[in-house]
């Protein structure tokens, strides 16, 4: 395993660019660390987007749409992203872009 130099700031093993290689368009892990024991990290939104997916309410109200959605609140919708984006944007205080989680809504459940 790394030494601690080669850890980031979180202790985790430091993955670096060169660590990979492009082959026919793809990158491929050529790093020191078994591809099985690589860190990954933790999903982000994973409960909005279980929420906005699977609630009977936004379902009904956004069906056919994709809402961005942060802390079980529907910050904007459209017919695609970009028209979710700029949907929430208009709210105030809405969150910046990154930290908003954008779910493309069934027909409900």
Do not use: T
Request: one cysteine or more; charged letters at 25%; hydrophobic letters at 35%.
């Amino acid at each position: 395993m790394s030494d601690s130099a080669d850890n980031g700031p979180n202790g985790a093993p430091r993955i670096l660019l060169s660590d990979f290689e492009e082959w026919n368009g793809f990158l491929v892990y050529k790093g020191k660390i078994p591809f099985d024991e690589l860190p990954f990290p933790e999903p982000v939104g994973e409960e909005d987007f279980d929420w906005a997916f699977n609630d009977p309410d936004v379902c009904a109200r956004y069906e056919g749409l994709i809402v961005a959605v942060l802390n079980r609140r529907v910050w904007g919708a459209g017919k695609d992203y970009g028209a979710a984006w700029d949907d929430a944007r208009k709210q105030p205080d809405c969150p910046p872009h990154h930290e908003l989680v954008f779910v493309p809504v069934c027909s409900p459940p």
